[in-house]
């Protein structure tokens, strides 16, 4: 049955791409540490050999052999680097589709429940609020919220957090003591965005000689906050989805054009634009009572 302050779908579904991109991620990741071991282990065997050239201990393509002019032991510290340097690009990855996530989750808490600005939670349904809007004003609407979050997804992870709650009231436990843990994703992804995987501060005298070393970044380490933001995602995700309930749904309607489709209902149609990816949508029934609710109001 349709009830608006509850989603039929177990996560929102910024929280079910977040984990899609989540477990590509982890997969990409896997992929390369497997080569990485076989390549490692095929050039050790060629050592123990007499190899001392990385063309004579791997299958290298011609096209490309005039690049690989590496000894073994060259190829060994540059291949080191390269494993940390994937890690750090890991990372970034990490830090990007997580500000994704909380940009587009708190976007539609507050595009559900526009009350929560006023500390007033669901004394106006934001759908209803949406509908008396004409085209510009909604506009200008989306993008003066889109604005306002942007204090949780910009700036140090306190301020972060502090506009967080300004918004939501407390925020998850979780979040609260990963603060520091993202404080120090924040650091090495401005690093690797804006000066190669260096720190930021050691590239601001411009009498810089010589290359700085990169950040390192051990595979324990990524897997600890690999961990450490799903579980705050997860638990805003548990906090925002009362505001939004079946929001989602509702705007998806809202945005639909209403236009007759041969041989399918409006509640066929709105049905059909929700993907499997959290299970099968529901029935066709739920819709129907869907577009009535929105009719209503």
Excluded at 92 to 104: I, K, P, Q, V
Excluded at 205 to 222: G, I, T, W
Aim: charged share 20%; hydrophobic share 40%.
């Amino acid at each position: 049955m349709f009830d608006r302050w509850k989603s039929h779908w177990p996560r929102t579904w910024p929280y079910a791409v977040f984990k899609r991109h989540h477990t590509q991620l982890n997969d990409l990741y896997w992929a390369g540490a497997l080569a990485a071991h076989s390549s490692e282990r095929a050039v050790k065997i060629s050592n123990q050999g007499g190899a001392q050239h990385i063309t004579t201990a791997l299958s290298i393509r011609p096209s490309v052999a005039q690049r690989m002019n590496f000894t073994i032991d060259g190829w060994k510290a540059d291949f080191k680097e390269f494993g940390n340097w994937n890690r750090l690009a890991a990372l970034m990855s990490l830090s990007s589709y997580f500000e994704t996530y909380l940009s587009a989750v708190c976007q539609l808490a507050l595009l559900s429940d526009p009350g929560l600005l006023l500390h007033s939670s669901k004394a106006v349904d934001g759908i209803s609020l949406l509908k008396s809007f004409s085209a510009a004003d909604e506009l200008a609407h989306v993008k003066i919220l889109r604005d306002e979050v942007k204090s949780i997804t910009q700036g140090d992870w306190n301020s972060r957090l502090t506009s967080y709650e300004r918004f939501f009231g407390a925020a998850p436990t979780i979040l609260q003591a990963a603060i520091p843990s993202f404080e120090s994703i924040r650091h090495i992804r401005n690093g690797v965005g804006h000066t190669f995987g260096r720190l930021i501060p050691e590239y601001e005298d411009p009498l810089v000689f010589l290359p700085k070393p990169f950040q390192r970044l051990s595979e324990e380490r990524l897997l600890k906050l690999l961990g450490e933001v799903e579980k705050a995602a997860l638990a805003i995700d548990n906090q925002l989805q009362p505001h939004i309930g079946a929001f989602e749904a509702l705007l998806t309607y809202h945005r639909l054009e209403k236009k007759v489709v041969a041989g399918k209902t409006e509640a066929q149609v709105l049905r059909g634009m929700f993907p499997f990816a959290q299970g099968a949508p529901p029935g066709k029934a739920y819709f129907e009572e869907l577009i009535k609710f929105y009719k209503k109001i």
